[in-house]
């Protein structure tokens, strides 16, 4: 007996602890229950009204002093407001706290409520109700509710997602249990079936009642857009506001009106991406969200896991940087695939007679050729049979052992005739001596394709007589040469990715002459994602659609860094228990497992093993045949496009009717859906994972057995093929799956061990037999435990580096806020010029110049410090920071105030004269360098005294400065990031590397963010002549992001690091390193000699 089993019997399995701990408040909602019950429709929701001022009230003292402390800021100096913002913070965080636990106490009450909302919306057809002006407003804009006199009647029928439902739903005591659990902020798995839409009315009723917003998000704008219209009129029948952003243009005044709902639907990617342009905004009018309250995720395996490799960007048109290389040397490309197929074909055919012989020698010799053939084109449809056969697999892997071992020291045997070798496990291509002879073919340089060795020339210059200018001039033309020839090598390989590793209908296809993504979890369309790294401009090039232009990354951030922001965080899913240590490690989301409101009836059957993959669809075909005789409606999951095409064509052979359900059919997803559970119905879906509706089986299909599933081969995630069973069975109907799996699969030709192989061979199973073997049923679940912990991996390290950068993303975003709504600018101006008085007097430390020093104080701060000789010396640094910065907080107060001075004459005569004509007005502002034209509002600047126009000034800076430093700080870490890889060679940790040069670099963009902000601000006037009349400022628009581009970059694997197409610029280094003694730039808090730094 393990372990697991001892501590089991002894504590109770998880589930059963989970439950205990959730029984409690289960027993408090059936004990209140039939007072609810009792209540009139007018009571019932005057009761709910009750329960949301109380929880309001618990915090009123608490809101009440922020508002205090927000009207003393402006007669606070500005040195004591920090200690102002702290306070506020520290209230709103108790605020949170506080709500918490009202809620807690509230949930027993709020749920019953609920509960026996949707009870009376099923059991009548009208519901009457004393009108409130809120229903008058519903009553205008949605036909489920109508105004009699003073009534509301509110009917039980409307439509959702395009179809007319009639409620007919009321929880079960399960779904209570959810409900609880999505409530304290963990994620329920439960059953498909179950529930899972309905369940979600209990948290998100319960802490939208808070104030402070829900947002429900779903895995595309359908479910986000019908989950809206299902469940909204429950909500809005207790006056609760329900919008959903998916229907609504990005930053308009209606998406801006969803978010202030007490109920936020909408899609993963689109909150995301709300969130970056709130960040892009440039007036406060811009911003549509709240703060991060309350989300509950639906599928949020989906959302959470499968999309977290993919990060969120919006990027912009840039100058074109380099060639377009990709159309150029497409027909290099498409030569030397062709040669290496005949190549591969001679060296195939060959290998076969060999292995054939009865020679040891020449079994060996034909072996080898083989596993050579295998390492040029591992897709190759006849190789793939071949290795089938009995004892060919074992024989090739006996070869690559010996050909690997001692770190790949005879592998140059097998590759070096090849012109390229792929490996297919790690998504990689590497080009061959010959390979590259056959590409550089007649040009002059026999180097075209050859990276030079920047180190040891490197070298060779410094050690060279030249002269430092010579030296220099040297260097540039070899790194030129090195970014030229490494975008070429680039090119080539990204090239070749794609005419060997990448298939047309299979991870992607090609529609309206666009190359688009499908998803290999869902079988959906991923419209608006690109494969990172040039890799989606390769496939353009080779499929010869339009090659889109490179872009340059305004904002990004992952999935991962989003949701963490939020307060509280749940999800629901049919599958999440084999990834709850991934929701643990990542999100600190516990998973709880809720019992089925009836047993699962579902027959789950063996795998069925063949030998190919063409004696697999022949029996799936046979199967469907069977089961559709027998009158049971048949769902067939396929993997990819091509195989859904493949079984469809099958089935029309043999005459059988049938929907197809893939990515380039989902617009009829809905109705072929709805059919799918008639009797005899055969439905193919590729990955219906995450289609979000369920198949309902007609009395007649339960009669014949039920939904039969029949999936074509097994996933690379055990989740998904458990989404896939999923789908039949729900609330106890019967029904039955099966997996039909072959040796060519995917799954087995790239994960399958050697023991199946082995017992393959023992059994000499014969092309059209089948097999269900336990050990084999075993290998498949390990191959798949071993592809779900290098995507866990690929996903870990994304996030690895992505926490790196959203440690810096957070201060940029914090300081931005600050200088858009303007409440905090002028502690954030103070500090500026604070750090940068101590970065310069830092600097003088050891030279001890007093003109240098004056002379730069002048530059920077626009302030003529006068200093006795050896003032420097003889001062201690801090004592001469707050002498500088006194002086320069001085002449910085008394420019601003000379600056409104000037202004307010103009500012009051227009007003005077012409204050109802204009409302905003813009005022021209100069550094001396540049011209700025600041927009301000009339009434307001003349109200401040025209103090407001220099605080619209530097609003206007600081955002601009900040958005030009950050958006080129991307771009340094992006370039950043593909140069620390080479660190793996040198056996270092390339994300330690990337820590610490990361800090430096983003060191040096707040340096530049003050110098440039500073000195502009200390500079700023105005050069309006005696006389001129200033200009109107035309009412402002919202902000255009329609010229930005929103997506989803695909990272393919582990070591493509990358996340976005890029313009190639030289690598950058930084050369200041990080102490011994310093703070670790990891955030932990230790020295960094303690920490990352420790030998």
């Known amino acids: 007996m393990g372990l697991n089993s001892i501590l089991s019997k002894l504590f109770g399995s998880k589930s059963q602890r989970d439950l205990k701990e959730i029984m409690p408040f289960i027993e408090k909602i059936k004990a209140i229950y039939p007072q609810i019950e009792q209540l009139s429709n007018d009571e019932l929701r005057n009761r709910l009204q009750g329960v949301r001022l109380e929880i309001q009230q618990t915090v009123s003292d608490e809101r009440e002093r922020i508002a205090t402390l927000k009207q003393s800021i402006d007669a606070t100096p500005i040195e004591h407001r920090d200690k102002l913002y702290n306070e506020i913070d520290a209230i709103e965080k108790a605020i949170i706290t506080k709500l918490e636990e009202a809620l807690d106490n509230a949930l027993p009450e709020v749920f019953a409520i609920v509960k026996d909302t949707a009870r009376r919306f099923k059991e009548n057809e009208t519901i009457e109700v004393e009108a409130t002006d809120f229903d008058r407003e519903l009553a205008v804009t949605h036909d489920f509710v109508d105004i009699v006199s003073n009534k509301a009647v509110y009917k039980n029928e409307w439509e959702a997602g395009g179809n007319v439902i009639k409620w007919d739903m009321v929880h079960y005591d399960v779904q209570l249990i959810g409900g609880v659990v999505l409530h304290k902020g963990k994620i329920a798995e439960m059953t498909t079936g179950e529930g899972k839409t309905l369940v979600a009315t209990l948290p998100v009723f319960l802490n939208a009642l808070s104030g402070n917003g829900v947002h429900v998000v779903t895995v595309n704008d359908y479910l986000s857009k019908r989950d809206s219209e299902w469940m909204g009129p429950i909500y809005m029948f207790h006056g609760l506001r329900v919008d959903c952003i998916d229907k609504h243009r990005p930053n308009s005044d ?20 709300d969130y970056l342009r709130d960040n892009m905004a440039s007036t406060p009018e811009d911003l549509v969200q709240r ?8 599928e949020v395996d989906s959302v959470l896991i499968d999309d977290a490799r993919t990060p969120l960007i919006i990027s912009g048109p840039i100058a074109k940087g380099e060639e377009q290389l990709y159309e150029q040397y497409c027909s290099k490309v498409e030569r030397i695939v062709a040669e290496q197929k005949n190549l ?19 079994q060996e010799k034909g072996s080898l050729l083989l596993f050579r053939a295998f390492k040029g084109l591992p897709k190759n449809k006849a190789l793939i049979k071949y290795l089938s056969e009995p004892g060919v697999k074992a024989s090739m892997l006996k070869t690559e052992a010996i050909y690997m071992e001692q770190n790949n020291r005879r592998m140059h045997e097998v590759t070096d005739d090849l012109y390229f070798v792929i490996n297919e496990q790690h998504n990689t291509i590497e080009l061959t001596d010959k390979g590259i002879d056959l590409i550089t073919g007649d040009s002059d340089d026999a180097l075209f394709f050859v990276l030079p060795d920047i180190g040891s020339e490197m070298a060779e210059i410094e050690k060279s007589k030249l002269s430092d200018e010579e030296k220099q001039a040297k260097k540039d ?79 990004t951030i992952t999935l991962q860094n989003y949701f963490r922001m939020y307060n509280k965080l749940a999800g629901m899913t049919g599958t999440a228990e084999t990834e709850a240590g991934e929701f643990w490690d990542i999100y600190k989301l516990d998973v709880v497992v809720i019992p089925t409101n009836r047993p699962i009836a579902r027959v789950d059957m063996n795998d069925r093993v063949y030998k190919t993959a063409r004696a697999k669809y022949n029996a799936v075909i046979e199967e469907v045949e069977k089961l559709v005789a027998q009158g049971r409606p048949v769902l067939v999951g396929t993997t990819s496009v091509e195989i859904s095409e493949l079984v469809s064509k099958m089935l029309k052979l043999r005459k059988i009717p049938h929907n197809v359900l893939n990515a380039k059919l989902h617009q009829k997803e809905a109705d072929i859906v709805a059919q799918a559970g008639k009797s005899g119905t055969v439905t193919i ?92 049923s075993n290998s498949i679940e390990r191959a798949q435990k071993k592809v779900e912990e290098n995507n866990f991996g690929i996903r870990k390290r994304l996030l690895e580096y992505d926490d790196v950068m959203n440690s810096q993303r957070e201060v940029i975003y914090a300081r931005r806020r600050h200088a858009l709504i303007g409440e905090r600018i002028g502690i954030d101006i103070v500090n500026m010029i604070y750090d940068g008085v101590e970065n310069l007097v830092n600097q003088h430390d050891d030279i001890q110049d007093e003109e240098e020093f004056r002379l730069d104080c002048l530059k920077l701060f626009g302030v003529d410090i006068q200093l006795e000789e050896g003032e420097i010396k003889r001062t201690k640094t801090i004592d001469l920071v707050e002498k500088v910065f006194s002086l320069v907080m001085a002449n910085f107060s008394r420019r601003a105030d000379k600056l409104a001075e000037i202004a307010y004459p103009v500012i009051k005569r227009v007003y005077e004269e012409q204050g109802k004509i204009y409302e905003n007005i813009l005022i021209p502002l100069t550094d001396g360098k540049k011209l700025y034209n600041i927009p301000v509002n ?21 955002l601009h400065t900040i958005d030009e430093a950050w958006k080129e700080h991307l771009r340094e870490l992006d370039e950043l990031r593909n140069s620390v890889q080479n660190a793996s060679y040198e056996q270092k940790d390339p ?34 002549k005696e006389g001129e009349t200033l200009r109107e400022a035309k009412e402002e628009r919202r902000q255009d992001f329609s010229k930005y581009n929103t997506q989803k970059s695909d990272i393919m694997d582990a070591g493509q690091q990358d996340t976005r197409e890029k313009i190639h610029k030289e690598p950058v280094r930084v050369e200041k390193k990080v102490g011994r003694n310093d703070l670790c730039p990891c955030g932990s808090g230790k020295k960094y000699k303690s920490c990352c730094g420790k030998v």
């Open 991 to 1024: 994300l330690l590397i990337y820590k610490l040069e990361s800090f430096g670099l983003f060191k040096k963009m707040i340096d530049a963010i003050n110098y440039k902000a500073i000195a502009i601000l200390m500079r700023g006037q105005i050069p309006v």
């Open 685 to 776: 879906a590729t990955n219906m994972a995450g289609r979000g509706t369920d198949i309902k089986l007609t009395p007649e299909s339960k009669a014949a057995g039920g939904l039969a599933i029949i999936g074509t081969e097994r996933h690379e995630s055990r989740r998904i093929d458990r989404q896939l069973r999923g789908r039949s069975g729900r609330q106890g109907d019967p029904g039955s799956s099966v997996f039909f799996v072959s040796f060519e699969d995917s799954l087995m030709r790239l994960f399958g061990s050697d023991r199946i192989v082995g017992i393959m061979d023992r059994l000499g199973l014969q092309e059209n037999e089948m097999m269900e073997h336990r050990q084999i």
């Open 254 to 273: 209606d998406r801006r009106k969803a978010y202030l709902a007490d109920i936020t639907f909408g899609t993963n990617n689109e909150f995301g991406f």
């Open 938 to 958: 009339l009434k307001l600047a003349y109200e401040t005294q025209a103090k407001e126009i220099v605080k619209s000034f530097q609003k206007s800076i600081l």
């Open 291 to 298: 703060k991060h309250n309350y989300s509950i995720v639906d």
């Open 477 to 555: 033309v070899l790194m030129q040469e090195f970014s030229i020839k490494s975008e070429r090598v680039h090119t080539i390989n990204q090239l070749l990715k794609a005419y060997t590793l990448f298939e047309k209908d299979d991870q992607y296809v090609v529609m309206n002459n666009k190359v688009m993504i499908v998803d290999e979890q869902t079988g959906r369309i991923m419209d608006g994602r690109r494969y990172s790294d040039g890799l989606h401009q390769a496939i353009e090039a080779k499929e010869r659609v339009k090659v889109e232009a490179a872009t340059q990354t305004y904002a």
């Open 344 to 362: 591969v074909t001679k060296t195939f055919v060959e290998a076969k007679r060999l292995m054939q012989s009865a020679d040891a020698k020449e």
